[in-house]
């Protein structure tokens, strides 16, 4: 064993470090036991583990994709979904990871993400089992509260078979009937598996317009809290959005799909500003080739930042 004199003290006191705070999560994973995703057998619960759906249902690549995140937020910690984006250019691969606004949107948010791959359990299993590859740290590229997406750059490449999920810009929001899926990661649990279909006759949240959100109808599954931030695909298995929550007159029961609504940001309203990053080839080499900060805009699509605020005629990127 190596002693340490002075010299090696003062090397040590040289890298000191201070924890900002802790974050006690407890012996089970995830953070919380008080809802089970329940299999087909139980109708009384609408929530399906992907391992319960039966055979012939397309997952396109996505349960590689999908991981549920954990990370600090105002002295808490607080968990969300999200998945992988694939980008255009062949010569590299970047983990971009789509989730929600309302999840991370902050520096801080962001660096203290944990991304949790491959959490999935047998049928019935509520916790699952097993040391799940994960990743530490992001940054954030491009995040708004309109269309309530941010995509992360993740701080390391996830390990593993990964798959980086495709996506499509063309508008699906007003087209009724376009049937989508997901899998998330409800209240924590093992990913779950859900469909949906466009309803445009469903009502809408004040602020949450159509157009900037889809609006679904829930036909086989359901999402819950923990579920914000995932990826809804086509059925071609391409992103066109990601989750917010539910609108409707029954919210608290999150079966209840004829009173409520499923919202998802809609990709296509929101695209412009990620384009630079998913589409180097036509956005700038993985830049912003959009408007700065402080630049006079007009529209939160105009700005690097996503976001265009201030009075009408005098607005700027934020």
């Known amino acids: 064993k190596r002693r340490s004199g002075p010299r090696d003290r003062d090397s040590l006191a040289a890298l000191s470090f201070r924890v900002a705070s802790i974050s006690h999560i407890g012996s089970r994973f995830p953070l919380s036991d008080f809802v089970a995703v329940k299999g087909p057998a139980e109708k009384a619960f609408c929530s399906y583990n992907d391992t319960c759906v039966e055979p012939g249902r397309s997952f396109q690549g996505a349960q590689n994709a999908v991981a549920l995140i954990l990370f600090s937020s105002q002295g808490g910690t607080f968990l969300c979904s999200g998945g992988l984006l694939a980008d255009t250019d062949g010569s590299s691969v970047i983990p971009y990871f789509l989730t929600a606004n309302h999840c991370v949107s902050k520096g801080r948010e962001a660096n203290s993400v944990e991304a949790v791959f491959d959490f ?49 810009s063309s508008p699906v929001a007003n087209s009724n009937g376009v049937g989508l899926f997901r899998l998330s990661h409800p209240s924590g ?89 998913l589409d180097p080839g036509n956005g700038g080499g993985g830049g912003c080739t959009l408007l700065p900060k402080g630049a006079s805009c007009t529209a939160d699509s105009e700005c690097c930042s996503g976001s265009c605020k201030g009075k009408p005629g005098s607005k700027t990127c934020k």
């Open 120 to 168: 999935t359990g047998s049928c019935n299993d509520r916790y699952g089992q097993g040391n799940y590859p994960r990743t530490n740290g992001s940054s954030i590229k491009a995040s708004n509260r309109t269309s309530d997406y941010t995509l992360l750059e993740l701080s390391q490449t996830p390990p593993g078979n990964r798959t980086y999920l495709g996506w499509n």
């Open 189 to 277: 649990a093992p990913q779950a598996y859900s469909e949906h279909s466009v309803d445009t006759s469903k009502p809408t949240c004040g602020s949450w317009p159509r157009g900037d959100w889809i609006y679904s109808r829930d036909t086989l599954g359901a999402t819950e809290g923990g579920s914000s931030g995932s990826p809804v695909m086509n059925s071609s298995g391409q992103v066109v959005g990601q989750l917010t929550g539910g609108c409707g007159f029954n919210v608290g029961d999150v079966c209840d799909a004829d009173s409520n609504a499923t919202v998802d940001g809609a990709f296509a309203a929101y695209f412009d500003a990620v384009k630079p990053f």
